[in-house]
């Protein structure tokens, strides 16, 4: 394939990448973009066929060991061909020796086994919808714009299998969002984040130490998302009780992702996740 290149994605390129995952019906953020970018901007790569961009692979890192693969498409009229195979391998390539995440549609499930990953398990997308009834938060939540970034990074990290510290610099920050954290004294013991996207409204993360703590974090959320207006949760079928929280709440399932790992599904406690950060980065 003498005119088929492979190059590093620039943050124009990135633009471009999540029109195409728009197109797919992923249903991307409104401002994902520049938190992507700023989690690593080495980590996204593009497939060229002479002057025309046809594929995109991102493979980004954090910290020394981990890395979170996605945005893996091609154009609908040049698949098949081998292009994204090439983008595949040189993307995977750039993050040897370190344990890679991807959250991948069920029907790749056995393409993704075949190069070596395992599944850990299912994400399922619970929509639902927004009343815009704003109520007086619990004393206990607050803005988490009111708290130390440090304090925040620190009860992020045992729940991610690297640092991530970058990346929510701008995450819980990004415009138009409502970022929240829930305190027993001074303890951050919960948090979450929800953005706009192409369609209504994401939340993620959720994260939280109890689902007790996860229940009203959601309610608050969810209240700021106007009526009519669809709000997502990305859920890890393993926690109990976060699909429970989205049943409860007149959410139903809607899609779903196989979250696999290569070489090894890392130990985190998925206990305290009840909503994924997001299926591109993890």
């Known amino acids: 394939m003498p005119n088929y290149t492979i ?11 999540i029109n195409w995952a728009a197109a797919e019906g992923w249903n991307p953020g409104l401002h994902d973009a520049d938190c992507f970018y700023a989690a690593d901007p080495s980590g996204f790569f593009m497939g060229w066929l002479d002057d025309e961009p046809i594929a995109a692979i991102s493979v980004v890192k954090y910290g020394a060991s981990f890395g979170f693969l996605g945005f893996y498409m091609v154009r609908p009229e040049f698949r098949g061909r081998g292009y994204g195979w090439q983008l595949w391998q040189a993307g995977l390539a750039t993050l040897k020796g370190r344990t890679v995440g991807l959250d991948g549609v069920v029907d790749q499930q056995s393409n993704y086994l075949k190069s070596g ?12 919808w927004g009343d815009g009834q704003v109520a007086p938060p619990p004393e206990a939540i607050v803005p988490l714009s009111s708290l130390p970034p440090a304090q ?4 992020d990290r ?19 969002s409502v970022a929240l954290g829930y305190l027993e004294g001074q303890a951050l013991v919960g948090y979450g ?14 994260f939280a130490d109890t689902p007790a703590i996860a229940d009203p ?6 209240a700021h998302v106007p009526a009519g207006e669809p709000v997502y949760l990305d859920v890890p079928e393993v926690n109990a009780a976060a699909v429970a929280l989205a049943q409860r709440y007149g959410l139903t399932s809607m899609f779903e992702t ?7 599904v890392p130990v985190l406690p998925c206990d305290r996740i009840f909503g994924v950060t997001t299926f591109e980065l993890g």
């Open 193 to 206: 984040v929800l953005r706009p996207c192409r369609q209504g409204y994401k939340i993620g993360p959720l």
């Open 152 to 155: 925040i990074i620190e009860y």
């Open 7 to 17: 190059k590093p994605m620039t943050r124009e390129d990135l633009d471009l990448a």
């Open 217 to 222: 974090l959601f309610q608050q959320l969810k």
């Open 158 to 176: 045992p729940l991610f299998p690297d640092d991530r510290t970058a990346f929510l610099r701008c995450w819980l920050t990004q415009p138009e």
């Open 117 to 128: 990953f395992q599944l850990a398990y299912r994400n399922i997308r619970y929509e639902g």
């Open 258 to 264: 196989a979250r696999m790992y290569l070489p090894a």
